[in-house]
Antibody, heavy 115, light 107 residues
Framework: EVQLVESGGGLVQPGGSLRLSCAASGFTFSSHSMNWVRQAPGKGLEWVSYISSDSSTIYYVDSVKGRFTISRDNAKNSLYLQMNSLRADDTAVYYC????????WGQGTLVTVSS | DIQMTQSPSSLSASVGDRVTITCRASQGITNYLAWFQQKPGKAPKSLIYAASSLQSGVPSKFSASGSGTDFTLTISSLQPEDFATYYCQQYYTYPLTFGGGTKVEIK
């Protein structure tokens, strides 16, 4: 069974940093691209970042470029999102999702940016 | 960036109704379109990919069509478990973008 489990969310002050993790199991992680998608409270879905299976290709939504870094460790079956210079409008539930088709999603982890 | 516009943003329907949701892309995306269902407090669930292909395990009451810029999702006979928010999403090019969502509520 495919499982994606996010962790690392929490309350952080504006300007602070947080590192999200997504632990994958039930499939060959190294063969699949991955994404981060977020959802602000009461709002719609927003794609945040993509990383190819071998980390050779990475994309970001403009609003996080220069502040967020996506990475992965195929040996540990894990995906990461390093978030720096956090702002109030980064407050959201962050999901990891498999492939361009987003066929599988994690349960999400809540990031709250507030003083 | 490609803008995805869904309509309506919300609708009220009764159990057994046939419901259609539309999604329009700001430029042609061939058939690189997906549909998702999201229930409150839960992660989205993939329903449709490639504009009209049903994901494994998704019931056949869901159908979808379209190509280019105009797409539709139809639920043939609404059941209580189908009341949710539905999103379209283009994966033709980055940045990947979602529609604003359509909330299907009970009348």
């Amino acid at each position: 069974e495919v499982q994606l489990v996010e962790s690392g969310g929490g309350l952080v002050q504006p300007g602070g940093s947080l590192r999200l993790s997504c632990a994958a199991s039930g499939f060959t992680f190294s063969s699949h691209s991955m994404n981060w998608v977020r959802q602000a409270p009461g709002k719609g879905l927003e794609w945040v970042s993509y990383i190819s299976s071998d980390s050779s290709t990475i994309y970001y939504v403009d609003s996080v470029k220069g502040r967020f870094t996506i990475s992965r460790d195929n040996a540990k079956n894990s995906l990461y999102l390093q978030m720096n210079s956090l702002r109030a409008d980064d407050t959201a539930v962050y999901y990891c999702a498999r492939d361009r088709l987003f066929g599988y999603w994690g349960q999400g982890t809540l990031v709250t940016v507030s003083s | 960036d490609i803008q995805m516009t869904q309509s309506p943003s919300s609708l009220s329907a009764s159990v057994g109704d046939r419901v259609t949701i539309t999604c329009r892309a700001s430029q042609g995306i061939t058939n690189y379109l997906a549909w998702f269902q999201q229930k409150p407090g839960k992660a989205p669930k993939s329903l449709i990919y490639a504009a009209s292909s049903l994901q494994s395990g998704v019931p056949s009451k869901f159908s979808a069509s379209g190509s280019g810029t105009d797409f539709t999702l139809t639920i043939s006979s609404l059941q209580p478990e189908d009341f949710a928010t539905y999103y379209c999403q283009q994966y033709y090019t980055y940045p990947l973008t979602f529609g604003g969502g359509t909330k299907v509520e009970i009348k």
